[in-house]
């Protein structure tokens, strides 16, 4: 549809915007990929205190978004100078910083102290990386109301993403040679961030339209959030059709048991992230066919029976190759619906303009990540579950391994996830946003922020005139 506020993003401002995503996305690999093993393995921390920082992490991960997002959402730009970008920035400093300060160890034998380093820069981390990343991801619905453009922006963004992941993953075998070459490049690591940083948040510019808007008082806004149908089951749909079942991507583990010996983790993401290359453009043309609700519900619906069939195939043939090919399968198709995943988004927070006059982009998010971050812990306590109940052989071949186990596994990477999608499609069935009602938000939207731009005219002009 024909843009009737020209609300969009220029060529630079999306070359600026994939600026950030590698290094941004390269920090966070190296980070998850190694903070377990500095501390566990080579500063040798008690299993119990993992289990209280554990604790006291999921606490504060469970938490400091929303209050992360709606800070940002509630501040005044006038006197800030923006909604986001001030958080991109010196949020992007102080999460870099805390990054290539962790692997400076504060003790090499004390317990206590080791325990304290590790839960503070986990917390650190976890804050630094939901600031920065919930802000920048807000700019995109801010810059760009075009649903179109939005699932490009997220297909270029995912590629980028990509090739950050894959790049993290093999700058963390530097840790290998040994962890001091590591440390060195973690600082190295952390003045790209920052050096990108300051580019992105220099070149690039917030709608400020919306700096005008009337902020809303913080329980007000996330309680107007929670009240978003729309939104409320997007979560619903996002937590179990997306979180949850990519959190079994622990499965990865277990393939070299089952089909490829010496199966390294790049691999296994390789394998499993092709589908993101030709997904979105797919999801883009059925789109045009069937609209994003009836797209999500019918590929995903042919993924869930799909796997499910994979799933009875290689039960029943004994075949492992089959659950190779059917997670192969789920991977790929799956990344289809999974294209429109920050356009819903995007969709809800334009809906909440159209009611409440307000944007609030960085709220939704915080609270989508409140309810579905939980999810993350889903699949290993699952896969824990089922290799303790199937009488899994710690550490043994396919060989020595009782059918129960390999069964079990072949569960966990196929039925379970497929199971969980299925649920998660139940809460699109209900989704209000679709057909004639989503053609007047669209218009809505339109008309809305065209009448941002010309009042935000009106006041440079008169503020031109009293000078």
């Known amino acids: 549809m024909t843009s009737l506020s020209n609300n969009t993003m220029t060529r630079k401002e999306k070359w600026v915007y994939l600026l950030m995503v590698i290094p941004f996305y390269l920090m966070a690999a190296a980070y998850f990929l190694t903070i377990y093993e500095f501390f566990h393995d080579y500063l040798l921390l008690d299993d119990k205190w993992f289990y209280i920082a554990s604790i006291i992490y999921m606490v504060v991960n469970a938490i400091n978004d929303p209050i992360l997002a709606m800070w940002s959402d509630s501040i005044d730009p006038k006197k800030w100078g923006s909604r986001r970008l001030i958080f991109i920035r010196w949020g992007g400093v102080f999460w870099a910083m805390s990054f290539a300060f962790t692997f400076l160890p504060w003790s090499l034998t004390n317990q206590v102290v080791i325990f304290i380093q590790y839960t503070t820069f986990m917390c650190l981390l976890d804050n630094g990386l939901s600031l920065v990343i919930m802000c920048w991801m807000a700019l995109l619905p801010e810059m760009e109301s075009n649903n179109d453009n939005r699932i490009k922006m997220s297909y270029y963004t995912g590629i980028s993403i990509f090739f950050a992941s894959i790049i993290g993953s093999v700058i963390v075998f530097i840790k290998d040679l040994s962890w001091i070459y590591f440390r060195y490049l973690t600082f190295g690591i952390g003045a790209f961030v920052i050096i990108a940083t300051f580019i992105t948040t220099s070149l690039i510019q917030e709608r400020t339209q919306f700096h005008y808007e009337k902020p809303l008082p913080f329980w007000k806004g996330l309680g107007k959030t929670f009240r978003m149908k729309s939104f409320m089951l997007y979560v619903g749909y996002n937590l179990f059709f997306n979180v949850i079942p990519m959190g079994f991507g622990i499965s990865f583990v277990y393939l070299y048991i089952l089909v490829i010996p010496g199966l390294n983790q790049t691999t296994y993401f390789i394998l499993t992230s092709i589908g993101m290359f030709f997904a979105p453009w797919i999801a883009l043309k059925l789109k045009q066919v069937w609209g994003m609700k009836r797209t999500i ?171």
Do not use: C
């Open 297 to 467: 519900l019918i590929v995903g619906s042919f993924v869930v029976f799909g796997t499910i069939l994979f799933y009875l195939s290689t039960i029943y043939f004994k075949s492992s190759i089959l659950a190779l090919i059917g997670l192969l399968f789920m991977s790929w198709i799956s990344a289809i619906p999974r294209a429109y995943t920050s356009t819903l988004t995007a969709l809800s927070m334009d809906e909440f303009e159209v009611k409440y006059g307000n944007r609030r982009e960085t709220t939704f998010l915080g609270v989508n990540a409140l309810i579905t971050k939980p999810g993350d812990s889903v699949g290993t306590i699952i896969v824990t579950a089922i290799l303790t109940a199937t009488s899994y052989i710690e550490g043994g071949s396919t060989e020595i391994q009782p059918v129960s186990a390999l069964n079990g596994i072949k569960t966990f990477m196929l039925l379970i996830p497929a199971l969980f999608m299925l649920v998660g499609l139940m809460f699109i069935v209900f989704h209000p946003l679709y057909g004639k009602k989503l053609i007047r938000l669209e218009q809505e939207i339109e008309r809305i922020h065209a009448e941002k731009k010309e009042h935000l005219t009106a006041i440079k002009t008169q503020q031109e005139e009293e000078l």
